[in-house]
């Protein structure tokens, strides 16, 4: 199992940045991929952007060139950069983790961090 914790979540104005963090109770190399989903009232979760073991990173293409994910494997901690935050950009966003177990692959997820984009 893995736990996740989130931080770093608020109120910005748009244009401006935040920086989610989301911190593993384990090793992240043990971890096939992590990665942030946001979901907005009304709206799926959707993934917003995925860093994989071997350090491929996929991103949700309304976030491509503003948002950018990292990892520090000695902290076991995601984070993800967001840049000229738009209001749109509101949503709960939530850090996920895929791992391989005995019946195949299990999702675990944070309890989420509001971000809120408004003037």
């Known amino acids: 199992q893995v736990q996740l914790v989130e931080s770093g979540g608020g109120l910005v104005q748009p244009g401006g940045s935040l920086r989610l963090s989301c911190a593993a109770s384990r090793n992240i190399f043990s971890l096939v991929t992590m990665g942030w989903y946001r979901q907005a009232p009304g709206k799926q979760r959707e993934l917003v952007a995925a860093l994989s073991k071997g350090g491929s990173r996929n991103y949700a293409d309304s976030v491509t060139g503003r948002f950018t994910i990292s990892r520090d494997t000695a902290k076991k901690t995601v984070y993800l950069q967001m840049n000229s935050l738009k209001p749109e950009d509101t949503a709960v966003y939530y850090c996920?983790?895929?791992?391989?177990?005995?019946?195949?692959?299990?999702?675990?997820w944070g309890q989420g961090t509001q971000v809120t984009v408004s003037s």
């Open positions: 996920n983790a895929k791992m391989v177990v005995t019946t195949g692959l299990q999702d675990y």
